[in-house]
């Protein structure tokens, strides 16, 4: 079982029980979408997300399983007949199954990276003009390892490996899908973002516009980060220089400089975790509540330890008290859902420092 959902498991087939999280969060994604959607589970294994997304969401008309592997397609099949869903399920690479089935909601979910699936993964929207797009990233030792060959090798991008990498991996990821979609003239919203454990998820609109694919090549560009000072910034271009301390930056990029989440479409998906049962219900309402705290905020994040020991303030000043000192500043402050000992605040750096240092002394 999983959450309300029976179904059998395999010792050939791939189902990893530290992924519910993962797939819960999704399942609220597909039902905050709201609209009648037709899924494709794209890489399948036992079938338990998609199952799970049309036994928890009306909104799901259609279910179709792929995977490459027939054994997988055996045993989908199996639990779709367990929970009396009528799924097709097709065996084959979504290589070449894209060129036969269409999708509003195409779930992406390999091993690894997605990188290569990604352009396979636009075909299945060929007669849409807008749909949906569920990727799930486990090379996150490339995203977020400061590696950079294996990061341009599949994602044109150089990577950093700082305290606050997990969220340049997932603008990474991000920026990949945008350039894949807007050789496809779509645009791309990230609805849901996050980091947990060791992979890296996000739920995306695409619309299909020569317009807004453009703009959303005007939203990519680069953070830096000196580790001399622990300035960091963001702006289309890297800069080789800190403008704090005139140290030589380290810098990522491209990646997405956009909102990793839409506000309204969190909300949505709070409202459905309030009225369902899941084992998660607390951490995810947790997890939404932060994700909307990032909304509208600089592509990074502040780790208080790292930044403490930077400037050698003894006394870790508590997280609480140092939003509330930026907030009596009148500046935006709020815990992270990327790191439980870091904060996100539109505050310049000088004043972040010097709330830390006050608070440090309290
Ligand atoms: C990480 S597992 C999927 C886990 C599943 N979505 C879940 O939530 O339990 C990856 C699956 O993708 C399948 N696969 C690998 N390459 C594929 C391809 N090119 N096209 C379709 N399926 C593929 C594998 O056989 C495997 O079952
Ligand atoms: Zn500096």
Not at 6 to 33: D, E, H, Q, W
Not at 95 to 112: K, Q, R, T, W
Not at 197 to 224: P, W
Not at 255 to 281: E, P, Q, S, T, V
Request: aromatic residues 10%.
């Amino acid at each position: 079982m999983e959450e309300e959902i029976k179904f059998s498991t395999s010792k050939y087939i791939f189902y990893n029980p530290a992924m519910t999280f993962c797939r819960t969060m999704s399942s609220l994604a597909v039902g905050a979408i709201g609209e009648k959607i037709d899924v494709v589970d794209a890489f399948c294994a036992s079938g338990i997300r998609g199952l799970r997304y049309k036994l928890e969401n009306p909104n799901v008309k259609n279910l179709t399983f792929v995977d490459i592997s027939q054994k997988a397609i055996n045993l989908a099949k199996k639990n779709a007949k367990m929970n009396k869903i009528k799924g097709i399920a097709k065996r084959g690479s979504i290589s070449e199954l894209a060129f036969e089935l269409n999708a509003d909601f195409l779930e992406i979910d390999p091993f690894g990276t997605p990188s290569p699936y990604l352009v396979d993964a636009f075909r299945f929207f060929n007669p849409k003009k807008v749909a949906y797009l569920s990727v799930t990233a486990t090379d996150v030792a490339v995203l977020c390892g400061g590696k950079v060959a294996p990061c341009m090798k599949n994602y044109h991008s150089i990577p950093m490996n700082n305290e606050f990498t997990h969220e340049t991996g997932l603008r990474i990821m991000i920026k990949r899908i945008a350039e894949v979609a807007a050789e496809f003239n779509m645009g791309i919203e990230p609805l849901v973002s996050f980091s947990d454990r060791h992979y890296l998820k996000s739920v995306l609109r695409v619309t299909r516009s020569a317009d807004l694919a453009y703009n959303s090549l005007k939203q990519l560009g680069y953070v830096f980060h000196c580790k001399t000072c622990g300035f960091r910034g963001k702006a289309a271009f890297p800069e080789q220089k800190c403008s704090n301390c005139n140290s030589v930056n380290n810098f990522a990029g491209q990646l997405w400089l956009g909102n990793l989440h839409c506000a309204k479409f969190i909300a949505k998906m709070l409202a459905l975790n309030k009225k369902r049962n899941y084992k998660d219900k607390e951490k995810i309402s947790e997890m939404l509540y932060l994700l909307t705290g990032e909304i509208e905020l600089p592509p990074y994040y502040y780790n208080i330890h790292k930044v403490c020991k930077l400037h050698g303030l003894k006394a870790m000043p508590r997280t609480d008290l140092v939003l509330q000192t930026l907030n009596d500043h009148g500046y935006k402050a709020v815990k992270t859902h990327f790191s439980k000992i870091a904060i996100k605040s539109d505050a310049p750096y000088k004043t972040i420092l010097e709330g830390m240092r006050t608070c440090s002394k309290d």
